[in-house]
């Protein structure tokens, strides 16, 4: 599905608070996002409490998903989804309502997924979407 750069305007989501339904990281991606902190302890001495997970002006379709470690819950929100912490701010949170968060692996390629309701389109390279 090809975008235009000015199809996205993130100011001008329309769901209500009530509306939103945080999103899930599927089994799968759990797994992948533990063994990932096991990885960084292992590494670094140090094991992540959750992640961060963003949603960013970025890319030719002028959106982009992120995903970071966290160390320190402090008072931050967060959600708990088959047992990741996952902090959001206000905004990543309602553009990812309903949205789950998957890990796909193939022969070429391997990574996480985020199959969101609330895209309207995609980059052709996948990066960078338009809500």
């Not at 890319?59 to 708990?80: H, K, Q, R, S």
Request: overall charge negative; charged content about 25%; glycine content about 6%.
């Amino acid at each position: 599905m090809s975008c235009s750069s000015n199809t996205t305007n993130i100011n001008n989501v329309k769901i209500k608070p009530e509306d939103i339904t945080p999103p899930i990281i599927s089994e799968k991606a759990a797994s992948k996002i533990n063994e990932k902190f096991e990885q960084y302890a292992e590494k670094k001495g140090q094991k992540p409490v959750g992640i961060k997970i963003n949603v960013v002006r970025d890319g030719c379709a002028g959106l982009a998903y992120g995903m970071e470690y966290v160390f320190d819950i402090n008072d931050n929100a967060y959600i708990t989804t088959n047992g990741i912490k996952a902090f959001m701010d206000d905004h990543a949170l309602e553009m990812l309502s309903d949205a789950t968060i998957d890990y796909h692996e193939t022969e070429s390629a391997s990574g996480f997924v985020f199959n969101n309701p609330n895209e309207q389109c995609k980059c052709a390279c996948g990066k960078s979407f338009s809500a």
